[in-house]
């Protein structure tokens, strides 16, 4: 294997020196590299993970990606995880409106990713994984694809493969931009490394005023940004199938007048406020069913010992469903990847999880998009735009802890009125605010096309 890209100079891309930070971040990813590149290959030869990936992650890709990208212009996206993958899909269908004959290549950093991004592009949009942000690896994936563009969605700001795009003539652009209060003061303790690597992009297309306001505080140029919403909310509306709602509540064995919390994403020290409320909801509507969706489903063992211990019987999404048993408890804990949006579908009330503890929540507007009503803790930070649309809304509603949790499910289960109405201007709400997509990709395109 060798590295046999095309270097190009200084003087055929955008001149620009080498500054210290980025010389610092070479020697520092360089010396990393070598440290523990020993190691890695004795995990690899003894687990065999990563061993059908590696090549694209040191910037070797298939050719045969190469080869099928064949118009113009050509457009590199990459979205790291699952939940960049869902914002590309809109970005991407307005993309090929703006510019039918326009090549796109997509990376991801996760496999979880990755086979989204193939279930939902097939072979419209050639998948591969990330290069490894060193000098290198970068080089060669990008003298191989040869982009004319280089679109990093969200909160991906990667300085070595910035700089070489960069330094290479290749346009960049951050799309659906956020930077969230908590990682905000990350950033500015190494703001002067930050805006070097930030010069290096060509255009900002934010999704909030705060987003906007923060990128600036880390030393972007406020000339290079733009406002345009988040794309998160044009694919919602499509998803949503009332067949998906049927088929997920027979699944689940459940009664469509059965009264459902489901508890989304949750992390870590919020299924015991979870269950502590729940059982007070119990004392009033006995029959109310509770499922619980880690964030990380091999929690799976351990909230099952929690529930246990509180005397409630349990069963797991991975014992129930066609060919096995059929769904007895009234608390299910759902150990199974890609399932939480539609098991939404057959909620009642959702708690959005990761927001009693100060981890920053999880999307509201996933179940707002079903029309449900909608409970989050105070850690929002992370969707602070989709807080605020579901608040102005009169759709959105905030407990602080058990107590507060049990009384709010109450009151709205005594009011079925209201559940109705709730979940109807949630639903409003993400409907009100779709076509941030188009925003983005008419971003896209102007840096493309401007004199």
């Known amino acids: ?129 990330a290069p490894v942000d060193f000098i290198l690896t970068v080089r060669k994936a990008l003298s191989s694809v040869s982009p004319d563009v280089m679109v990093f969605l969200e909160t991906e700001l990667w300085p070595g493969w910035l700089f070489e795009a960069h330094r290479m003539g290749i346009k960049t652009a951050l799309v659906n931009g956020r930077i969230s209060q908590r990682s905000i003061k990350r950033y500015l303790r190494l703001r002067p490394f930050f805006r070097d690597v930030l010069s290096n992009l060509d255009i900002f297309s934010m999704i909030l005023d705060g987003d906007a306001d923060r990128i600036k505080k880390m030393g972007a140029v406020p000339e290079k940004i733009e406002i345009n919403g988040n794309a998160k909310y044009d694919l919602l509306t499509t998803l949503i199938c009332p067949s998906l709602k049927e088929e997920t509540r027979q699944a689940l064995n459940l009664k469509e007048s059965q009264r459902v ?67 007895t408890e009234n608390v299910l804990i759902v150990d199974t990847f890609g399932e939480l949006f539609k098991i939404y579908s057959i909620a009642t009330i959702v708690f959005c999880g990761a927001s009693l503890v100060s981890l920053g929540g999880q999307n509201p507007l996933e179940p707002a998009a079903w029309g449900k009503v909608v409970f989050y803790g105070p850690s929002m930070d992370n969707f602070l735009d989709a807080k605020t649309l579901l608040e102005d809304a009169g759709a959105g509603v905030q407990v602080s802890g058990a107590r507060e949790m049990a009384e709010k499910v109450i009151w709205f289960f005594s009011r079925p009125h209201e559940i109705k109405s709730y979940g109807e201007r949630a639903r409003e709400s993400v409907i009100k605010n779709r076509a941030a997509a188009e925003k983005h990709a008419t971003v896209i395109y102007r840096l493309l096309y401007r004199r």
């Not at 015991?272 to 909801?281: F, G, M, R, S, T």
């Not at 529930?307 to 349990?314: E, F, K, S, T, W």
């Open 261 to 327: 919390i489901v508890a989304g994403s949750t992390r870590n020290g919020e299924e015991e406020i979870i269950l502590d409320a729940y059982e007070k909801v119990l004392r009033q509507f006995s029959d109310t069913v509770l499922i619980i969706v880690p964030r990380h489903i091999e929690r799976a063992r351990f909230i099952g010992s929690l529930i246990g211990r509180r005397g409630l019987g349990y069963q797991c999404r991975t014992g129930i469903g066609r060919g096995k048993a059929n769904r």
């Open 1 to 129: 294997m060798s590295f046999d890209f095309v270097f190009v100079p200084y003087g055929k891309g955008r001149d620009k020196p080498m500054s210290i930070f980025y010389m610092a971040y070479i020697i520092l990813t360089s010396g990393l590299l070598l440290l523990f590149s020993p190691f890695f290959c004795v995990y690899v030869a003894v687990t065999g993970r990563y061993k059908h990936n590696i090549k694209e992650r040191l910037g070797f890709l298939p050719g045969n990606v190469i080869k099928s990208l064949s118009g113009y212009p050509r457009i590199w996206i990459h979205a790291a995880s699952l939940g960049e993958v869902k914002v590309a899909s809109p970005i991407i269908k307005a993309l090929r409106n703006l510019m039918p004959e326009c090549s796109i290549i997509l990376s991801t950093n996760t496999a979880h990713g990755r086979n989204l991004a193939i279930e939902t592009f097939g072979c419209e949009v050639p998948v591969v994984y």
